[in-house]
């Protein structure tokens, strides 16, 4: 059982170890090995689907009571006053964005116990440890076991879909769309420790846990959904994979299919990021760069743009969620294309998980996650399809994908039951 108050446990990726305080754990792309503030729970936001209503425009309500400036993001930056919150980390899922959006939400997801949208608000702690959980690999992994993965769907039904997919194209019905399967263990001990591992997974820029009430949320993301300093909204998508060898590099930057597929997702967020931007503000600052996660190559472009004036959170998110490069193009076909062949909802995965603060704004993308209940673990991984796809290859890159999160899951002890 997943044990504890409901804790934020997350940062970025930097010469620190696992994050063990509550920190600002976004914000900074220069983490050092200085001890950040410790923080707090001062008020928390859920909610699901059922419960009706716009989640972005109740996120940026709830914010903006919490006393957070999120009602226009291009305000010159006030200073904050005695009682102001330090900032708030924030969950989405790609049902919550693709709802907000009037679109196809999918199925239902493999692990409801997790809200669609969760916003906790944090305040400094004059505990220099608040509830601080055990270090990852700590005495409680001792007693966890994880037991055999089971997909929801097998290797020819995913080769099946993708071969849907292509034919959706060829029809002229998509131009790409983002292809995701789903599989879950069952589970004994603390999973807490174990999610946390996923947080030191090379090229983990968003890593950490997020827990609630009977659910947590592990992440290793790689990948930023936006990004907001100054007014300046900012965007990197990845697409394109390859084994993180010389020759896999090689083929990455040479591969025509690749680049096509990544230029078609840059296409989408540069339209996604217009809708929000100044006239002639945006602008793709690097195209086609080559990032590693793991043991993995990925092709990642960034695109920015200066926001239009006035400009507040809810119609921020609803222009970048749910993630271009985990939806295809067009973005509505194509979230109908996904609720129509994925077997199981994406539930924790492809959806937005960061922090927002008094400064900006840092959401990563919910790639490279998993996600626990009271009685199983639960990970998603997938590819985006376009007419040259391969099925067996879209396949075995989802596998790729997958294999770094479950090991880390697994962790060094294997999966022995306790006795």
């Not at 994880?146 to 995913?158: F, N, V």
């Not at 996923?198 to 890593?207: E, F, I, M, N």
Request: glycine share 12%; hydrophobic share 40%; proline share 9%.
């Amino acid at each position: 059982m997943i044990r504890g108050e409901s804790t934020l446990r997350m940062r970025h990726i930097g010469p620190l170890g696992v994050g063990t305080l509550p920190t600002r754990p976004l914000a900074s792309r220069t983490v050092t090995g200085t001890r950040l503030p410790a923080l707090r729970e001062r008020s928390r936001l859920e909610w699901r689907i059922t419960d009706g209503g716009d989640p972005t425009r109740l996120l940026e309500d709830f914010l903006a009571h919490a006393g957070l400036p999120v009602r226009d993001l291009t305000a010159p930056p006030r200073t904050p006053g005695p009682d102001a919150p330090a900032g708030a980390t924030v969950y989405l899922s790609t049902a919550a964005a693709a709802h907000a959006l009037g679109a196809p939400t999918g199925p239902a997801s493999p692990v409801p116990a997790v809200p669609d949208l969760v916003a906790v608000v944090h305040e400094p702690a004059t505990d220099p440890h608040p509830d601080r959980p055990p270090a990852a690999g700590g005495p409680t992994d001792g007693a966890w076991w994880l037991g055999p993965w089971r997909e929801s769907w097998t290797p020819a039904q995913h080769a099946a879909a993708v071969e849907q997919a292509r034919t959706a194209i060829a029809r002229g019905d998509i131009y790409q769309v983002n292809v995701v399967g789903h599989a879950s263990a069952d589970y004994t001990g603390d999973p807490l420790p174990a999610l946390a591992r996923l947080a030191t997974l090379p090229g983990a820029r968003y890593g950490g846990v997020l827990q609630g009430a009977g659910w947590a949320i592990g992440c290793a993301s790689p990948e930023t959904l936006v990004e907001v300093t100054a007014g300046r909204a900012t965007t990197r998508p990845i697409k394109g994979t390859r084994p993180a060898t010389a020759t896999g590099r090689a083929e990455l930057l040479a591969s025509p299919k690749e680049r096509a597929e990544h230029v078609m997702i840059v296409d989408l967020e540069r339209n996604d990021l217009a809708r929000v931007a100044k006239t002639g503000t945006v602008r793709v600052d690097e195209l086609y760069g080559i990032r590693r996660w793991c043991d993995l190559w990925q092709a990642e472009s960034v695109v920015s743009a200066d926001l239009a004036d006035g400009c507040g959170l809810a119609e921020l998110l609803r222009a970048v969620c749910p993630g271009g490069s985990v939806t295809g193009a067009p973005k509505h076909a194509a979230l109908a294309e996904i609720a129509a062949h994925e077997p199981v909802g994406r539930g924790a995965s492809m959806g937005a998980l960061g922090w927002i603060g008094p400064d900006g704004i840092d959401l990563g993308l919910t790639i490279r996650t998993a996600a626990v209940d009271a009685d199983r673990v639960h990970v998603w991984a997938g590819g985006g399809i376009t007419w040259g796809s391969d099925p067996d290859a879209e396949v075995a890159e989802a596998a790729a994908k997958a294999a770094p999160v479950r090991a880390a899951l697994a962790g060094p002890a294997g999966t022995r039951r306790p006795a």
